[in-house]
């Protein structure tokens, strides 16, 4: 029986040449592919790199124009800078001029004040009439305020120029408030207020004219401003600290007002209600003399209540400190000296004083230089005077000092010599460097130049 299967024929493998052939077919395709691959990758890396190239160059553009804008603004900041030097240096010879122009009319715009307060003393003295005193008292409140709004000025350019520097010396506070009080006590008694201070054994380190000044501006500012109560001037130690405390029973400062009060032309609400001069000044000194000796300067203030102001100075730990002897009272207009040499080279001056001091019983000679003292001399050589009030700028330069030391060494005595000056520099520390020498500022007030001639014809000075 036959079958019904198909059977196919098996290929047959080839082994041979064909096979081989095949084979490398299929390697070159694959290296074909390989090399493609790295072609390709190739012009990838070809791409990024130009791309790179591209946005190097678009960098450098983007650096260039910052640079150039770079470049410009410096130029803009040194013409600036420029600008600025320019400016700040001529602010610095304006200020310098300024504080030249003070310092040289300061004894200029005192002068005229000096000579009127000496002629209106010698016009009151003995005067009976009550309307003619009243008249001259308001004339002499005048010249008060004028006086002191001048000083005020004088202190404001000297302390924005930088020039005031601190003379640090040991200070009772003590003796500090005694004075203090005892110049504001007349004007507190007039409105019915309690002045005092509570004593104190502290010792303080400061420069005693400024600290004066400081507090005694804050105790006129307490008078003027308190109707009713009292001011009380405190001092507490803190550490290595003394703190100087104003109080007073005054209107209250409101917290809006506590900084501004401190400018320059400013004087508060309260003024308003107070009935009281000035400019405004007052409190603009404080800071700025608080600030030259680097004290601190506080308020505390309760409306309606009153206010405290506080300054804190250095401690110091010596608690004694010899007192100059207080200065003798003399009944009357009568000094105990006869014979005055004045030294001054201003006629309205000389004139003033010549009836001043003869009112108070002395005979007077007055001299406006070192060949005025000459020629006196060779007229007159056995004269000597009991005192000489000189004043310290005279002409070509010439000074008072120099004047009296020679005056001194013809005697070959130490008479007694007052200086009087409106040269706020001037002190009495580098007066004592030449010579025993008593310094009076100007205006001089007539009651302190007869306490000191007082003071010093009794200490033989």
Known sequence: MKSDEVTYPIPPRHDGPGSELEQRLEKMARINAALMQRVERSMDQQANAYSLFQ?????????????????????????????????????????????????????DLLQPLHAARLTLSAMLDGERDREQQRLGGQVDHALSSIEELLKTILDLSKLEAGVTEPQIRLIDVDQLFEDVVSDLAPIARAKGLRLSHRPTRLMVRSDPLMLRRIVQNLVANAVHYTEKGRIRLLARRRGL??????????????????????????????????????????????????????????????????????????????????????????????????????????????????????????????????????????????????????????????????????????????????????????????????????????????????ALMLHVMANGA
Not at 71 to 83: F, M, Q
């Open 55 to 107: 946005t190097a160059i678009g960098l450098e553009g983007q650096v260039r124009v910052r640079t150039d804008q770079l470049k410009t603004a410096l130029d803009r900041l040194e013409d600036v800078n420029s600008e600025l030097t320019s400016a700040r240096d001529a602010a610095e010879r304006a200020n310098r001029f300024k504080t030249r122009f003070f310092t040289a009319v300061g004894h």
């Open 241 to 450: 600290k003394v703190r100087l405390e104003i109080w007073d029973t005054g209107p209250g400062i409101p917290p809006a007002e506590r900084d501004r009060i401190f400018e320059e032309f400013q004087r508060g609400t309260a003024s308003e209600t107070a009935r009281v001069g000035g400019f405004g000044l007052g409190l603009s000194i404080v800071q700025r003399m608080s600030e030259a000796l680097e004290h601190d300067l506080n308020l505390c203030s309760l409306v309606g209540h009153g206010s405290c102001f506080t300054v804190t100075t250095r401690f110091s730990t010596m608690r004694e400190m010899q007192r100059a002897p207080e200065p003798v009272v003399a009944p009357g207009y009568g000094l105990p000296v006869s014979n005055v040499l004045v030294i001054d080279n201003e006629p309205t001056v000389v004139e003033a004083m010549r009836a001043l001091l003869t009112r108070w019983g002395c005979t007077v000679r007055v001299a406006a230089s070192a060949e005025d003292v000459d020629a006196l001399f060779s007229e007159t050589p056995d004269y000597s005077p009991d005192i000489v009030l000189a004043d310290y700028h005279l002409n070509r330069g010439q000074t008072g000092v120099a004047v009296v030391s020679d005056l001194r060494s013809r005697l070959g005595l130490e008479v007694p010599a007052i200086v009087i000056s409106a040269d706020r520099s001037l002190t009495q520390a580098s007066l004592a460097a030449s010579g025993t020498f008593e310094l009076l500022r100007k205006p001089v007030k007539p009651a302190e130049l007869r």
